[in-house]
């Protein structure tokens, strides 16, 4: 591998890959504002389309294992120029489709451009920075993942109501042919590594244990056939075959001599607590963007208006905080950032609860900013902190292993949201949810004590991880 490309040479690598992330993390929930005038231009219904939404997220997550073994054996240049051409060029076909089933095809290819396009961008600017950069490179690629979730419905039912739906779609194509044209000037690869054996168990067992675990807690917030007590039977028994996949792919994973997904990793103190910890704080983090638009717009009865100015609010206070977002690690240091933000984080979801009919407008916008400060704090530590420490050759298994937890992490809070929901509408009063605040609160509240579960994983940190990143040199302690 090359000495990693300076720091003049960053920024525009950087903000391509951003540009790209931004790209696929839009179309992961952009559509779902627009599924009724797409249901009608189907002939079918709403709720038959979702499942463009959920064929997009389980091939991401199925896919994602592989991109580290493409970037290995292709180079992760034309693996990244590929998955923008692959995703541009299903994209036409999301917009040319004239029924579910041709849509739901193109929705996968999709999301198998969107699985390489991901993590071997990554990985392109992983291998081109130097430790010091690693930061401010990281805190670039989080604002895709922190702004798209939020903007995508509001846009979607933008486009939708003002041109059509299929334009969602259509936009994609300038954007993908300037990635494109960028990528082949900007990016360099750091020449190949010894092609190994594509590893066609580990893949199909890792794909199957993290697909069942999504469709699991999708059946478990949005209903399993039959209903009642047959619903949640069949949810564990989905939830237990994921479990008997995930055990069988670590077993695999373990003996065979190239993994798809290498877990020596794990060995890095920093990056085992980014993959433990850090996975339960994304998914308690994802359950907001579904919690807060059902608050407003089903619980208080807001228009769509001044729902969508409230979710846009809590999007764009992510990004108001990055620009302190460094000097804050340079003075407390990973450790103490995530100890602290970690609380920080549990009392805004928590107060999240508090916002009812009589709760002043700036005081429901104060609440979402420090939420969205807190969210955006925590996705950036645990993004730079992951790879602060891990040596180089481990770089490409770390990466495919972050950005397949980072994938499960934020599709299982969606569906934790409206699990948590579900639950509390049942064990309360049968008033249902409409104009009623009480299910959102105990979610709320709930999603808040799952927040403060990885404080024990971050309490185990050094005091100094990942400073040679952060520049934060902590106080000796006492005799």
């Not at 559509?31 to 009608?40: H, R």
């Amino acid at each position: 591998m090359t000495a990693p490309t300076p720091s003049r040479r960053l920024s525009p690598v950087a903000l391509l890959v951003a540009g790209a992330f931004f790209m696929e993390n839009l179309d992961g929930t952009v559509i779902a504002t627009a599924l009724p005038s797409m249901a009608q231009s189907f002939g079918t219904t709403p709720p038959a389309l979702a499942i463009g939404m959920t064929a997009y997220l389980l091939t991401l997550a199925v896919f994602i294992p592989a991109s580290g073994w493409a970037a290995d054996r292709f180079g992760a240049r034309r693996v990244f120029m590929a998955a923008i051409a692959l995703f541009t060029a299903a994209s036409v076909l999301c917009g040319l489709s004239q029924g579910r089933w041709e849509f739901t095809a193109a929705r996968i290819l999709q999301g198998g451009g969107g699985a390489l396009m991901v993590p071997v961008g990554r990985l392109v600017v992983l291998r081109g920075t130097a430790k010091p950069d690693l930061m401010r490179a990281i805190a670039t690629l989080t604002w895709p993942a922190l702004v798209a979730p939020v903007l995508g419905p509001p846009v979607g039912g933008f486009i939708a109501t003002y041109a059509s739906w299929r334009w969602i779609f259509f936009l994609n194509v300038p954007l993908g042919v300037a990635g494109l044209v960028l990528a082949w000037f900007l990016i360099r690869d750091a020449g190949e590594r010894e092609p190994r054996p594509f590893d066609g168990r580990g893949f199909a067992l890792n794909g199957l244990a993290l697909a069942l675990l999504l469709y699991a807690f999708d059946l478990l917030g949005h209903g399993a056939p039959g209903g009642g007590a047959q619903a949640l039977a069949t949810a564990a028994a989905v939830l237990g075959a994921s479990g008997v996949a995930g055990f069988l792919a670590l077993r695999h994973a373990r003996r065979h001599a190239h993994p798809l997904v290498g877990l020596g990793a794990f060995a890095v103190p920093s990056f085992r607590a980014t993959m433990s910890g850090g996975f339960v704080s994304r998914v308690s983090i994802s359950t907001l963007p579904f919690l807060l638009p059902l608050l407003f717009q089903v619980g208080l009865g807001m228009d769509p208006f001044v729902s969508g100015l409230l979710v846009l609010w809590y999007g764009m206070t992510n990004l108001g905080i990055k620009p302190w977002t460094s000097g804050i690690l340079r003075r407390h240091g990973f450790r103490g950032v995530l100890l602290g933000n970690t609380l920080g984080n549990a009392l805004a979801i928590g107060g999240c609860a508090l916002i009812g009919p009589g709760t002043p407008l700036p005081a429901a916008a104060a609440l979402l900013a420090l939420a969205g400060a807190s969210r955006s704090l925590q996705f950036t530590s645990l993004n730079t902190l992951a790879f602060s420490e891990v040596p180089a050759a481990q770089v490409a298994a770390a990466n495919t292993l972050f950005n397949t937890a980072f994938q499960a992490a934020v599709g299982m809070g969606i569906a934790l949201g409206a699990v948590l929901l579900h639950a509390a509408q049942a064990a309360g009063p049968a008033v249902g949810l409409h104009g009623s605040v009480a299910p959102f609160r105990a979610a709320f509240l709930l999603a808040a004590a799952l927040a403060l579960l990885p404080l024990p994983s971050f309490l185990r940190l050094r005091r100094d991880a990942g400073s040679a990143v952060s520049g934060h040199r902590p106080e000796p302690l006492p005799p």
